[in-house]
């Protein structure tokens, strides 16, 4: 085995039956048949604003340059796949690389608006109850 070349194949990503590249080549409609129910029921509702998304997406990633957006709200759709975007959380841009695994979801799922609170020491004025002393 030291001399041989070992050729490992990617693993091909399936979704609800059908080939990640079969799903690529599909217009938006199509793909949403095999969505779920509430992100199907999204798809066909703002289909142009999605298509409109993705086009903006390819085109901007054609020119290696970031993707930045405030819509959290979009489905993400199999031509995404393989993407990096930067969606807003209310204070600044979230990465999010879009993987397989993430298509029928929203992209605000993914960049969380609300970070874990962490409380500094107690200050000046404060009971001697709110003091913790470490001895």
Do not use: W
Request: aromatic share 6%; net charge positive; charged share 35%.
């Amino acid at each position: 085995m030291a001399n041989e070349e070992v050729i490992i194949k990617s693993k091909e990503v399936f979704y609800r039956g059908q080939s990640l590249d079969n799903l690529k080549t599909l217009d938006v409609r199509e793909v949403a048949k095999y969505l779920s129910a509430r992100s199907r029921r999204s798809v066909l509702r703002n289909f142009d604003k999605l298509e409109n998304f993705i086009k903006r997406c390819e085109k901007i990633n054609a020119k290696n340059k970031k993707i930045r957006t405030h819509l959290r709200d979009i489905i993400i759709m199999p031509k995404m796949v393989g993407m990096t975007i930067h969606v807003h959380n209310g204070k600044e841009f979230d990465e999010v690389r879009v993987v397989a695994g993430m298509i029928g979801h929203r992209l605000g799922e993914f960049a969380l608006t609300r970070s874990k609170v962490t409380h500094g020491s107690a200050g000046i004025g404060a009971t001697k109850g709110s003091k913790k002393d470490k001895k």
